[in-house]
């Protein structure tokens, strides 16, 4: 088991930043994918942003090349994301998750998730 805790969400107003935490815990060696999603409020769950242990860049969703940027210390088991020039449309639950397998953007190859942190962006 794999038990990740996201930190780091709240209300910021536009054109602002955040940044978010995913704490690993557990079978990390079953962390080597670890990536951030996001889901508002009647609408389905989204890829935002991935980066495996051995991959620094990560890859990203076309909706936030540019301003976001995902991270990750091995050493701390923990993976970030730094959410700078935001929008209102940014406004969602974010939910951090992880995989053995890197590469993936459908959340059904994600085994493990966090609770989820509110980002709130106000116009």
């Known amino acids: 088991q794999v038990q990740l805790v996201e930190s780091g969400g709240g209300l910021v107003q536009a054109g602002g930043s955040l940044q978010l935490s995913c704490a690993a815990s557990g079978r990390t060696f079953d962390t080597n994918a670890m990536a951030w999603f996001r889901q508002a409020p009647g609408k389905e769950r989204e890829f935002v942003a991935a980066?495996?242990?051995?991959?620094?860049?990560?890859y990203y969703a076309d909706f936030v090349k540019g301003r976001f940027t995902i991270s990750r210390n091995n050493a701390k088991n923990t993976a970030y994301l730094q959410m700078d020039s935001l929008k209102p449309e940014d406004t969602a639950v974010y939910y951090c998750?992880?995989?053995?397998?890197?590469?993936?953007?459908?959340?059904?190859?994600?085994?493990?998730w966090g609770q989820g942190t509110q980002v709130t962006v106000s116009s």
């Open positions: 998750a992880s995989s053995p397998y890197y590469g993936f953007e459908s959340p059904s190859t994600y085994e493990y």
């Open positions: 980066i495996s242990r051995s991959v620094h860049n990560g």
